[in-house]
Every structure is written in structure tokens, then in C-alpha cells.
């Protein structure tokens, strides 16, 4: 019986010493993503409203690219990104905290002079760069780095959109498909919860959509299912023309700084033949309209697609995140009606579906959707982003995601078991 004490306090002195380093990086990394997300999100704010009100900042968006190539060369940043901080959860690779000041500065050039971008791969990389550096700042071991990376691109994200739990299982299920970093979700969704809080506290106002939807009956479960299928192949375009532009335009313009500028200078002629405003920047207010009003251009995602990848593959910074979110919600919008479902709903499963395809995160796809609409129509909008899910391929947004399972079979993908073997 004294032995049966004796290891039972020793397990619980092992366990609270493990909750109180999670609880040493939680605190620091929540309160550092939540100030720093929220300073962010108001500038990418108020230079979104600047450029509405002075056109001509448009034109300004070759000479932000040259700022941006210039800024990271300064920084020693060339080359990083959110694959960057997926492989610091992978291998613990190391981010430079300079990632920081260059994404930031960067994301917010390219909002101001109207590239079309999102914000989150920036949260996801300050956020991954803060974690990684505050637990190396105390010395932590290599494997909890990995799970402080973890921690701060769920703190991030959680203080851009105001969606913690989402946010969290994003964090820690976005590196491996099939497979959840679960260690890191207490002080992921600590650390979350914090962030949240710092934003509400500075006035920032979660994510959040007024959404009525169909009855769940056979005929809506019908056509939701076909409403998936269609944004999967959305989804699958929208990643095939990222990665085709990403790998073409470096080849046929290895110059960083001529790449800039041409792509700057085809954003803004696209910009002014497709409608000034409408695809610059990240677009929510075209998002709310869609799936608050039932309104959108039947051309809106296509453009947006467009744009979007041609920003990005000419150096500007930003993410793809509320891209997929605009164009989900558009080509939604658009296509559902020609099914017979309300246009409002079928943007709502649009926006979560085509990310879910893209990203190839399905719970914390769910979980968004429960925490943007309220949980309205949340059975009809898992649906579509399961089937989305399935048939989206094993392509994504980022090219450093480990497949572990198949999508549609039962078994381990062969670059999961060569890595298991290794």
C-alpha cells in the first residue's frame, strides 16, 4: 500500500509539473498572438478602408511588391511561409522571429495597395513563429517546441476570426491528414481562449454570419451531396491553379524583383477589367452579402481564383484561407438555387466546404461552421464538407501536409508507413 502512495504521488507531481509548463506557455503565447493578432487585424482594418477610399493606392501595388521583396530579403525570410511553420510541427525546424515583423508589414502592403489575399496564412505564421520562439526563450525541449508552434497558430487564428475551439483543432490537425497532434490541444485551446479574449477585450468582434436553413429531409441531404461534389472540384481547381502559378511564374520570371512588379502591374489591369474593389483585398464584405443576402456574380469565384493565385505566386504576402472562403461562398451562392436550394445557405456550405476540400481539415471544418453560423443547418453543412472532404483529392493549400490515411480506403497512405519505418 505505502509503494501504491509512493508512485501515486510521484504520478501526480509528474502531471501537475507537465500541466504547469503547458500552463507557462499558454499564458505568454495567448496573450502575445491575442495583442499582436488584434494590432494586426486593425491594420489589415484600416488600410482595407484607405484603399476604398483612395482608388489610386491600386496602382501603388507594384511598388508594395518591390517594399515586400525588399523587406524580406532584409529579414532573412526569403522562402518562408505556412509550409515553413507545418514542417516546424513535423521536424522542428526552426522559424526566425523575424517572421513576424516581415509577414505582418507584408500582409499589410499588399491589403493596402489591393492585392488579392486573405490574412490567415500570416496568423498561422506569426502565430507558428511566436509559439516556437517564446517556448525556445524558456528553454523547452525540441518535441515541446513543436507543440508550442502548434499552440501559437491556434492562439492566432483564434484572435483574427474569434473562433477558438475551430482554431485549435486547426492548429493541431492541419500538419497530418488523419491525425490529430492531440498533445497540444489543452494548451493549444488555452492559449486560444486567451487570444480570444485579448481581442474581445481590445473591441474586436468574432466572425459571425445570420444564416436560415432548409429543413434536414431527404431531398435537402440529396442535394447538399451534389452541392459537395461540385465543391470539391471548386476546391481542387482552386489548389491546382495556386501550385501551377506558384511553380510557374518563378520559372518564367526567376527575378523576385521583375516578378514583383509584373505581377503587381497584371493584378492591377485585371483588378480595373474585372471590377476595381470587388476582388482586391480579402473580400468579406462580398462573403457576408453572399451568405447573409443570397448575393453574388456568377463570375465572382472564377475572378477570384484568378487574382488570388496570381497574387500570391508574384511575392505578395497574405493567405489563402479567406480566399477559399470567398470563393466557396460565391460559386455556393451561385450554384446552389440551379439545385433548388436558398442561395444564403448553400454560400454557408460553399464557404466551410471548398476550405474543408482545400485544406483537408474536416472536423475543425465542422467545428467552423458551428461557430460562424451558430450551429444553424450544422448537420447539412457537414454533409457537404465530408463529401468534399472525400473527394477533394490528396492535394491542399499546403504542400507540407502528410497524408496518414487515405481519403477513401481504409488504410495508411505508402509516404505515412515509409515514415513510420524509418
Not at 493606392?57 to 509550409?83: D, F, H, Q, R, S
Not at 522559424?95 to 496568423?123: K, Q
Not at 479567406?322 to 464557404?351: D, E, H, Q, R
Request: with cysteine; proline share 4%.
Amino acid at each position: 500500500m505505502k509503494e501504491f502512495l509512493k508512485k501515486e504521488l510521484y504520478s501526480f507531481r509528474a502531471v501537475a509539473a507537465i500541466l504547469a509548463r503547458w500552463l507557462l506557455l499558454a499564458v505568454p503565447t495567448g496573450l502575445v498572438c491575442g495583442a499582436v493578432g488584434t494590432a494586426f487585424h486593425l491594420a489589415v482594418e484600416h488600410v482595407t478602408e484607405w484603399r476604398a477610399e483612395h482608388i489610386w493606392l491600386l496602382w501603388l501595388l507594384p511598388v508594395a511588391g518591390l517594399a515586400i521583396v525588399a523587406l524580406y530579403k532584409v529579414t532573412g525570410c526569403e522562402g518562408m511561409g505556412t509550409n515553413t511553420v507545418i514542417r516546424a510541427v513535423h521536424s522542428g525546424e526552426s522559424v526566425s522571429p523575424l517572421l513576424v515583423p516581415a509577414i505582418f508589414f507584408g500582409t499589410v502592403l499588399t491589403h493596402l495597395c489591393g492585392g488579392s489575399a486573405g490574412r490567415e496564412g500570416a496568423a498561422l505564421q506569426m502565430g507558428g513563429s511566436i509559439g516556437y520562439n517564446i517556448a525556445k526563450l524558456f528553454r523547452f525541449s525540441d518535441h515541446d517546441r513543436r507543440t508550442a508552434t502548434a499552440c501559437g497558430m491556434a492562439a492566432f487564428f483564434s484572435a483574427l476570426f474569434g473562433t477558438p475551439l475551430s482554431a485549435t483543432l486547426f492548429g493541431i490537425m492541419v500538419e497530418d491528414v488523419g491525425l490529430a497532434f492531440s498533445v497540444a490541444f489543452v494548451p493549444g485551446f488555452a492559449a486560444a481562449l486567451i487570444a480570444y479574449g485579448v481581442s474581445l477585450a481590445c473591441g474586436i468582434s468574432p466572425t459571425h454570419f445570420e444564416l436560415t436553413a432548409p429543413a434536414l429531409s431527404i431531398d435537402s441531404t440529396l442535394l447538399v451531396a451534389v452541392l459537395g461534389v461540385a465543391c470539391a472540384l471548386v476546391a481542387r481547381a482552386f489548389c491546382w491553379l495556386l501550385h501551377t502559378m506558384e511553380h510557374e511564374m518563378p520559372r518564367r520570371l526567376p527575378n523576385p524583383w521583375v516578378r514583383a512588379v509584373v505581377g503587381g502591374a497584371a493584378v492591377v489591369a485585371l483588378s480595373y477589367l474585372m471590377g476595381v474593389g470587388r476582388y482586391n483585398g480579402a473580400g468579406m464584405g462580398v462573403i457576408t452579402a453572399a451568405v447573409e443576402q443570397g448575393q453574388a456574380l456568377p463570375w465572382d469565384f472564377i475572378c477570384k481564383m484568378l487574382l488570388t493565385a496570381l497574387t500570391l505566386s508574384a511575392g505578395f504576402k497574405g493567405g489563402e484561407v479567406v480566399p477559399s472562403f470567398y470563393i466557396g461562398a460565391t460559386f455556393g451562392c451561385a450554384f446552389g438555387p440551379l439545385l433548388g436550394l436558398p442561395a444564403g445557405f448553400s454560400a454557408a456550405v460553399g464557404l466551410v466546404s471548398v476550405f474543408c476540400g482545400a485544406t483537408n481539415t474536416l472536423i475543425p471544418s465542422i467545428l467552423l461552421a458551428y461557430e460562424l453560423f451558430g450551429g444553424v443547418g450544422l448537420e447539412l453543412i457537414a454533409l457537404g464538407c465530408g463529401v468534399c472532404y472525400m473527394l477533394s483529392g490528396t492535394h491542399g493549400l499546403y504542400s507540407s501536409q502528410l497524408f496518414v490515411t487515405e481519403k477513401l480506403l481504409s488504410e495508411y497512405t505508402e509516404s505515412w508507413g515509409k515514415r513510420l519505418h524509418h
